[in-house]
T-cell receptor
Framework: AQSVTQLGSHVSVSEGALVLLRCNYS??????LFWYVQYPNQGLQLLLK??????LVKGINGFEAEFKKSETSFHLTKPSAHMSDAAEYFC????????????????FGQGTILTVHP | SQTIHQWPATLVQPVGSPLSLECTVE??????LYWYRQAAGRGLQLLFY??????ISSEVPQNLSASRPQDRQFILSSKKLLLSDSGFYLC??????????????FGSGTRLTVV
């Protein structure tokens, strides 16, 4: 079974500082990896995803993530934090399943709450 | 384009009352459908998923049930709510026969408070 570990349930940064949210995965097959963002009382929104093309993936709102197979990591970064980045972030890995009724089941990490201070 | 609708947005229900949350998807056929729950400090918990009409798989034993009466409709129900059913419920969909490359698209969620 695949799994995801997000290191740090809470991360706090100053406005303008680098954002780094850590995600490590476990998978027996090449994974697909995702980052989602959730604002209070809203659904999850896809930020970016890795699907075995370029290892450096750029997403919305200036975020990017790098797939590092040797480290089994997919950390999310943003060079300069903005107040509007304050939210909860979820890393996820897909669990492909073969057969006629295959589907891609996502396994989510526990989430990291990002706080941005002025 | 595809859209997902989830309602109601908020709900306050007494203990022991029934529950029905509805989710519909537009713009696609035979989507994979999912119900998740977020309880405070417990991350995302997959409750049910469905790959077709009448096909429901349950991930955890609980007081809830799910049904898929139509291709793009997914309903979460309970006959008698418990306090522990409180939480934020999210519906999501993914393309049919997806092998994990597309990810999920989530609805806007329902905040359920059982009192």
């Amino acid at each position: 079974a695949q799994s995801v570990t997000q290191l740090g349930s809470h991360v706090s940064v100053s406005e303008g500082a680098l954002v780094l949210l850590r995600c490590n995965y476990s998978s027996s097959v090449p994974p697909y990896l995702f980052w989602y963002v959730q604002y209070p009382n809203q659904g999850l929104q896809l930020l970016l995803k890795y699907t075995s093309a370029a290892t450096l993936v750029k997403g919305i709102n200036g975020f990017e993530a790098e797939f590092k197979k040797s480290e089994t990591s997919f950390h999310l970064t943003k060079p300069s934090a903005h107040m509007s980045d304050a939210a909860e972030y979820f890393c996820a890995v897909s669990e492909s399943k073969g057969g006629g009724t295959s589907y891609g089941k996502l396994t989510f990490g526990q989430g990291t709450i990002l706080t941005v201070h002025p | 384009s595809q859209t997902i609708h989830q309602w109601p947005a908020t709900l306050v229900q007494p203990v022991g009352s029934p529950l029905s949350l509805e989710c519909t998807v537009e713009g696609t056929s035979n989507p994979n459908l999912y119900w998740y729950r977020q309880a405070a400090g417990r991350g995302l918990q997959l409750l049910f998923y469905s790959v077709g009409i009448g096909q429901i798989s349950s991930e955890v034993p609980q007081n809830l049930s799910a049904s898929r009466p139509q291709d793009r409709q997914f309903i979460l129900s309970s006959k008698k709510l418990l306090l522990s059913d409180s939480g934020f419920y999210l519906c999501a969909w993914s393309p049919p026969r997806d092998r994990g490359i597309y990810g999920y698209t989530f609805g806007s969620g329902t905040r359920l408070t059982v009192v």
